[in-house]
């Protein structure tokens, strides 16, 4: 099994829906990351949370929220989605004393009509 | 804010050396990574490189870093098939954001083999 699992792996959408994308980890880290690619953009973070009770905003967390619903889950929600949110979304897991060595998700592909 | 720089494609011939490019912009970074996402998956740690070292071997992969030209590169040696990827450089800045750290990434070098 993975290590870090996100769901679902694909999504179509229409435009004003709400969105929930999860993510769960078994590797017991504390830190845990919502990242966005787009072709020619590279990964772009959207909100990242180093424990439970801690949610910071990453570089791109318009129209984008989030909820640390325990150690190992990290949920990123699109609350009225629009089609500029299609994109390939990354869920993401490190330990703080290895703060670089992050461990990705499979992704999970979100198109918005 | 940080930005990270890479050419978007670089194609090679199996067999030879490929050789992926990066800038940087943030002089305090302390630690430079490579990362691999292979079709259909997410991204893998490759290797790093501590800003106080200027190359790092690692079987087929050596990394080299210019502190002065804020330039780090990847080479890759006997590129093979398995190496079709898209590339990623990363930067992480400790002085400036201790305790809070996190990356920046490049937009990644798609590189494709050619038989």
């Known amino acids: 099994d993975a290590d870090v699992t996100q769901t679902p792996r694909n999504r179509i959408t229409k435009t004003g829906k709400r969105i929930m994308l999860e993510c769960s980890q078994t590797?017991?880290?504390?830190?845990m990351y919502w990242y966005r690619q787009d072709p020619g953009l590279g990964l772009r973070l959207i909100y990242y949370s180093f424990d439970v009770k801690d949610i910071n905003k990453g570089e791109i967390s318009d129209g984008y929220s989030v909820s640390r619903q325990a150690q190992a889950k990290f949920s990123l929600s699109l609350e009225s989605a629009i089609p500029n949110q299609t994109a390939l979304y990354f869920c993401?897991?490190?330990?703080?004393?290895?703060?670089?060595?992050?461990?990705f998700g499979e992704g999970s592909r979100l198109t918005v009509l | 804010g940080e930005d990270v720089e890479q050419s978007l494609f670089l194609s090679v011939r199996e067999g030879d050396s490929s050789v992926i490019n990066c800038t940087y912009t943030d002089s305090s970074s302390t630690y430079l990574y490579w990362y691999k996402q292979e079709p259909g998956a997410g991204l893998q740690l490759l290797t790093y490189?501590?800003?106080?070292?200027d190359m790092k071997q690692d079987q087929r992969l050596t990394v080299l870093l210019n502190k002065k030209d804020k330039h780090l590169s990847l080479r890759i040696a006997d590129t093979q098939t398995g190496d079709s990827a898209i590339y990623f450089c990363a930067e992480r800045d400790d002085l400036s954001n201790f305790g809070n750290e996190k990356l920046t990434f490049g937009t990644g070098t798609r590189l494709t083999i050619i038989p």
């Open positions: 590797k017991g880290h504390d830190r």
């Open positions: 490189i501590f800003s106080n070292m």
């Open positions: 993401a897991t490190s330990d703080r004393r290895r703060p670089g060595e992050l461990f």
